[in-house]
């Protein structure tokens, strides 16, 4: 989905990996290890154990920071009328962007440094994560200049005069750090979901169809769909057949691991999640085939966190997030 700086970001969480065969993910340069049982007997490869350091790194630093600087992005934008312009002084509501803390770039600066230069290399993710570094690296003095210039109220005394110098470079830092995004996010999404889709395969032939298996495959569906239905020209037809595989292997993992223990209340909030999901995508698929407008206010509400409406890219994206919370709970 593209990304624009006038319109807030649907930045979709990345599911973190798990090693293969119900390995627990080993931990690399400050990646989140993923919840597990040790399998000795069908551990993973140092391969495999090696590409799910890297990626969960990797998904560590976009799901820290990309959704929160993109909201910074939107933060500071939609009080400005001309954005190419910048602000005249005569606005009445005025917001500052987010600052980066040093506690937000230790989860991207380390990490993906260790990241870039461990093995598997990737040449087009590891150049992507590399930039998408920089990106947010040029952007934090001049966030926080501004952050603190709006959040203090400064352009009260100075009649906006710094907020003019500051808006420039500001926009300038933004703009790259939405190319660097866009890039980033793609190449990531490409090896992540690779690289879930052979763990499936290992998870089965090695297991069965256990509780991890179910979620992955789970996960697989709800991106699909993501993907598939965040623009309204989808195809209605294999939105119809997402969904009803999506409700397939739902209703097969409530019947088979739904009330094993240990872990059944996560699996409870994992299941409310699939559901919620679920039934947004009805909705979707409702409102996009029977082409039912928005209100003036639900279209005011398309880029709410939290109101966007029923049937909308906006709030199928919501349950999606919410989902991969519950997924990485697990």
Same mark, same amino acid.
């Given at each position: 989905?593209?990304?624009?700086?006038?319109?807030?970001?649907?930045?979709?969480?990345?599911?973190?990996?798990?090693?293969?065969?119900?390995?627990?993910?080993?931990?690399?340069?400050?990646?989140?290890?993923?919840?597990?049982?040790?399998?000795?007997?069908?551990?993973p490869?140092?391969?495999?154990q090696?590409?799910?350091?890297?990626?969960?790194?990797?998904?560590?630093?976009?799901?820290?920071?990309?959704?929160?600087?993109?909201?910074?992005?939107?933060?500071?934008?939609?009080?400005?009328?001309?954005?190419?312009?910048?602000?005249?002084?005569?606005?009445?509501?005025?917001?500052?962007?987010?600052?980066?803390?040093?506690?937000?770039?230790?989860?991207?600066?380390?990490?993906?440094t260790?990241?870039?230069?461990?093995?598997?290399?990737?040449?087009?993710?590891?150049?992507?994560? &590399?930039?998408?570094?920089?990106?947010?690296?040029?952007?934090?003095?001049?966030?926080?200049?501004?952050h603190?210039?709006?959040?203090?109220?400064?352009?009260?005394?100075?009649?906006?005069?710094?907020?003019?110098?500051?808006?420039?470079?500001?926009m300038?830092?933004?703009?790259?750090?939405?190319?660097?995004?866009?890039?980033?996010?793609?190449?990531?999404?490409?090896?992540?979901?690779?690289?879930?889709?052979?763990?499936?395969?290992?998870?089965?032939?090695?297991? &069965?169809?256990?509780?991890?298996?179910?979620?992955?495959?789970?996960?697989?569906?709800?991106?699909?769909?993501?993907?598939?239905?965040?623009?309204?020209?989808?195809?209605?037809?294999?939105?119809?057949? =997402?969904?009803?595989?999506?409700?397939?292997?739902?209703?097969?993992?409530?019947?088979?691991?739904?009330?094993?223990?240990? &872990?059944?209340?996560?699996?409870?909030?994992?299941?409310?999640?699939?559901?919620?999901?679920? =039934?947004?995508?009805?909705?979707?698929?409702?409102?996009?085939?029977?082409?039912?407008p928005?209100?003036?206010?639900?279209?005011?509400?398309?880029?709410?966190?939290?109101?966007?409406?029923?049937?909308?890219?906006?709030?199928?994206?919501?349950?999606?997030?919410?989902?991969?919370?519950?997924?990485? =709970?697990?």
């Amino acid at each position: 989905m593209s990304r624009t700086l006038s319109v807030a970001a649907l930045a979709a969480s990345l599911s973190l990996i798990l090693t293969a065969c119900g390995g627990k993910a080993p931990t690399a340069a400050g990646g989140a290890a993923a919840s597990g049982t040790p399998d000795t007997s069908a551990a993973p490869s140092d391969t495999q154990q090696q590409l799910t350091a890297k990626l969960n790194a990797y998904i560590g630093c976009f799901n820290a920071l990309d959704s929160k600087t993109h909201g910074s992005i939107q933060s500071y934008t939609r009080w400005i009328k001309d954005v190419d312009a910048g602000p005249t002084g005569r606005e009445t509501h005025v917001y500052g962007p987010f600052e980066i803390s040093d506690y937000d770039m230790k989860q991207c600066d380390a990490p993906v440094t260790g990241a870039i230069a461990a093995k598997p290399a990737l040449a087009e993710l590891d150049a992507a994560a &590399g930039h998408y570094q920089q990106a947010l690296k040029a952007l934090v003095p001049v966030s926080k200049d501004a952050h603190d210039y709006y959040d203090r109220q400064d352009y009260e005394d100075d009649q906006f005069a710094k907020g003019k110098q500051l808006h420039a470079p500001l926009m300038a830092a933004f703009k790259d750090f939405v190319a660097a995004s866009e890039t980033f996010n793609a190449e990531l999404e490409r090896q992540n979901d690779a690289a879930q889709r052979e763990q499936l395969k290992a998870l089965e032939q090695a297991e &069965g169809r256990t509780r991890e298996y179910y979620r992955l495959a789970m996960m697989l569906e709800a991106k699909a769909i993501m993907d598939l239905m965040s623009e309204d020209d989808f195809d209605q037809a294999k939105a119809r057949e =997402r969904l009803d595989a999506f409700n397939r292997i739902s209703d097969e993992a409530h019947a088979k691991v739904a009330d094993q223990e240990p &872990g059944k209340s996560d699996w409870e909030g994992f299941e409310r999640g699939a559901e919620n999901f679920r =039934r947004e995508g009805k909705e979707r698929l409702q409102r996009v085939s029977e082409k039912k407008p928005y209100t003036d206010f639900e279209r005011r509400m398309l880029d709410s966190p939290s109101m966007a409406p029923r049937g909308s890219a906006s709030k199928l994206m919501q349950e999606y997030n919410s989902l991969v919370f519950q997924s990485n =709970r697990q």
